[in-house]
T-cell receptor, first 112, second 112 residues
Framework: QKEVEQNSGPLSVPEGAIASLNCTYSDRGSQSFFWYRQYSGKSPELIMSIYSNGDKEDGRFTAQLNKASQYVSLLIRDSQPSDSATYLCAVSKEAAGNKLTFGGGTRVLVKP | KAGVTQTPRYLIKTRGQQVTLSCSPISGHRSVSWYQQTPGQGLQFLFEYFSETQRNKGNFPGRFSGRQFSNSRSEMNVSTLELGDSALYLC???????????FGDGTRLSIL
């Protein structure tokens, strides 16, 4: 079992729709959770961080964390073609210092 | 505020050679982490340095090493290069232990 799992996609969504991305993790000690966006040929860009159960909203992005279910999700509202990218889920815990463990990423395609 | 700067952007080496990659973190950030990204393995943690000390190390052979200087700049060295070392090497910095990490543009290393 991988430590952090994501559906590789591609997740195809029409422009203006909501894209829903899921991520599960195996280490119950995980404390910090991050979503990165990576365009093809570019480096990962941090878009959301979440540390406690519940929802966190930032513009068109909402991250949801459920530690009991070991599940973190990302919603992208009003999806735009520019949102087409690979979205990486990453987790860390204090005992591991600043080590981020990444999922394999979900490729999102927003079609006009 | 300047972002994370990695040099060089591209590098071509042959098997058996060694290489040194450089990373300058965001001003004020004391933690620098290194990651390797390949199509097959995804993003994998190499090591992290904080205040010139290696705080955590991933599961890579001893050919991969690093260091951090008093100004927080970091270097990563790979000796006796192998074909499988071809990858995008990413550096990320954060202000402290568990804060969000911000990535540089990466160094793309190709081994011939």
């Amino acid at each position: 079992q991988k430590e952090v799992e994501q559906n590789s996609g591609p997740l195809s969504v029409p422009e203006g729709a909501i894209a829903s991305l899921n991520c599960t993790y195996s280490d119950r000690g995980s404390q910090s959770f991050f979503w990165y966006r990576q365009y093809s040929g570019k480096s990962p860009e941090l878009i959301m961080s979440i540390y406690s159960n519940g929802d966190k909203e930032d513009g068109r992005f909402t991250a949801q964390l459920n530690k009991a279910s070991q599940y973190v999700s990302l919603l992208i509202r009003d999806s735009q073609p520019s949102d087409s990218a690979t979205y990486l889920c990453a987790v860390s815990k204090e005992a591991a210092g600043n080590k981020l463990t990444f999922g394999g990423g979900t490729r999102v395609l927003v079609k006009p | 505020k300047a972002g994370v700067t990695q040099t060089p952007r591209y590098l071509i080496k042959t098997r058996g050679q060694q290489v040194t990659l450089s990373c300058s973190p965001i001003s004020g950030h004391r933690s620098v982490s290194w990651y390797q990204q390949t199509p097959g393995q995804g993003l994998q943690f190499l090591f992290e340095y904080f205040s010139e000390t290696q705080r955590n190390k991933g599961n890579f052979p001893g050919r991969f090493s690093g260091r951090q200087f008093s100004n927080s700049r970091s270097e990563m060295n790979v000796s006796t290069l192998e074909l499988g070392d071809s990858a995008l090497y990413l550096c990320a910095s954060s202000s402290d232990g568990l804060g969000p990490q911000h990535f540089g543009d990466g160094t793309r290393l190709s081994i011939l």
